[in-house]
T-cell receptor, first 109, second 113 residues
Framework: EDQVTQSPEALRLQEGESSSLNCSYT??????LFWYRQDPGKGPEFLFT???AGEEKEKERLKATLTKKESFLHITAPKPEDSATYLC??????????FGSGTKLNVKP | DTGVSQDPRHKITKRGQNVTFRCDPI?????LYWYRQTLGQGPEFLTY????????KSRLLSDRFSAERPKGSFSTLEIQRTEQGDSAMYLC???????????FGPGTRLTVT
């Protein structure tokens, strides 16, 4: 069964303290892996798409990487405004998107 | 603003009433998705349209739920005889046929009392 698991569920960091979020997946035929940011009460905001193992994407303090079984979202020197829930999703061969439950990140000044 | 829009943003209804939500996708996007999200969980897929055709429907979508996209542009999601368990955020997303990433609207928060 297609499945996405994110860890940790919650992460508290001090401003400037780098860390990584994990997304592990099992899916029949990966079409793409996606990272989103979601602020409370809002819809998810698209960050990255990764298509194949070894691929990396960067945006400001965020860097996403992909292996055959998992993806990491690395956050370098985070700021309080990076506080949000980060969601991982995969698209299978059957046009379905599966989301993980997210990692709630809290960056303290 | 050229993003995905949803209306209303909030809806409070009494159990047993019918509700309808609207989604306007990004204009050049022919794929449209509906999701439901409860607190602390990721969005759960409900249904998918390619143009006006409803191609996928989740087993989560009971017969009280129906979605339409009559002209391949905006879409509506109707819930009949609402139950308290229907309380959630209902999200709409769209994408073009040439890319897989979906772009989400702000959601409609439904509260069933």
């Amino acid at each position: 069964e297609d499945q996405v698991t994110q860890s940790p569920e919650a992460l508290r960091l001090q401003e400037g303290e780098s860390s990584s979020l994990n997304c592990s997946y099992t899916v029949s035929g990966l079409r793409g892996l996606f990272w989103y940011r979601q602020d409370p009460g809002k819809g998810p905001e698209f960050l990255f798409t990764l298509y194949s193992a070894g691929e990396e994407k960067e945006k400001e303090r965020l860097k996403a990487t992909l292996t055959k079984k998992e993806s990491f979202l690395h956050i370098t020197a985070p700021k309080p405004e990076d506080s949000a829930t980060y969601l991982c999703a995969v698209q299978s061969n059957f046009n379905k998107f599966y989301f993980g439950s997210g990692t709630k990140l809290n960056v303290k000044p | 603003d050229t993003g995905v829009s949803q209306d209303p943003r909030h809806k409070i209804t009494k159990r047993g009433q019918n509700v309808t939500f609207r989604c306007d996708p990004i204009s050049e996007h022919n794929r449209l998705y509906w999701y439901r999200q409860t607190l602390g969980q990721g969005p759960e897929f409900l249904t998918y349209f390619q143009n006006e055709a409803q191609l996928e429907k989740s087993r989560l979508l009971s017969d009280r739920f129906s979605a339409e996209r009559p002209k391949g542009s905006f879409s509506t999601l109707e819930i009949q005889r609402t139950e308290q368990g229907d309380s959630a955020m209902y999200l709409c997303a769209s994408r073009p046929g040439t890319a897989y990433e979906q772009y989400f609207g702000p959601g409609t928060r439904l509260t069933v009392t």
